[in-house]
């Protein structure tokens, strides 16, 4: 089954709870952390983390763009998250992460920006429960989808499969009605949509109308045959 994470990057931020309650039927409200350093932009952190956990049902996924991840990720676990992704472009120590993440409660999760290889960090795969492997640069939503990033999405997934994970492989950027099935072919099962969902007259008609697209093309996908 697919999960729709929708992106509160691009929803009204002076009507966050609002926004968070437009889309009570999405499986995840997925909240971008950007520090201005490691990318060109900056958004919200801890205080609107713990805000928002007490603001909505749905629970937090949170993705950090941010620098030092080994020090500031686990407080978003404090802060309410209930996922928290950190790249792996800015972990020091990535196990130890994860672990400290898990340990607190929360899912672990690692992202990939578009020019990372996934191979190098396979014997990272048992360590997390979700990896996240970006579709546009990160940094800024509204972005159009890099298709270069589908044979990523299928190697990483033959990798999940090879060691028989029960890992989570989401994508993010770009993704739209127009995107989201090849995501899913190519082997992904969450997925995080910001203007495809904010910018819709109806969010969480949606949310269910890409979760649909993404279940259709799941269910007859060749990595999730037998799955």
């Given at each position: ?54 603001a909505t049902s749905t629970p937090l996924d949170c ?18 998250a209930g996922s928290v992704t950190f790249h792996v ?139």
């Amino acid at each position: 089954m697919a999960q729709i994470n929708p992106s509160i990057l691009s929803a009204d931020f002076a009507r966050l709870a609002d926004e968070a309650k437009a889309v009570e039927g999405a499986d995840w409200l997925h909240v971008d952390v950007m520090d201005n350093h490691f990318v060109p932009n900056l958004t919200l952190g801890v205080p609107i983390v713990e805000a928002l956990s007490r603001a909505t049902s749905t629970p937090l996924d949170c993705h950090l763009m941010i620098e030092d991840a080994d020090r500031w990720a686990p407080q978003y676990v404090e802060a309410g998250a209930g996922s928290v992704t950190f790249h792996v472009e800015a972990a020091a120590a990535p196990v130890r992460l994860a672990r400290e993440i898990r340990a607190k409660g929360a899912r672990a999760s690692m992202a990939l920006k578009p020019a990372t290889p996934i191979e190098p960090y396979e014997d990272l795969l048992p360590e997390l429960d979700m990896l996240l492997i970006m579709t546009v640069e990160p940094g800024f939503g509204g972005q159009s989808f890099l298709d270069i990033m589908l044979p990523k999405i299928r190697r990483t997934r033959e990798l999940i499969s090879r060691h028989g994970l029960e890992l989570w492989l989401q994508v993010d950027g770009g993704v739209s009605e127009s995107t989201i099935e090849r995501c899913a072919d190519a082997g992904a099962d969450v997925f995080v949509a910001g203007s495809a969902v904010y910018g819709a007259k109806d969010p969480a008609e949606a949310v269910r109308a890409l979760r649909a697209k993404a279940d259709g093309a799941i269910a007859s996908a060749q990595w999730a045959c037998g799955h």
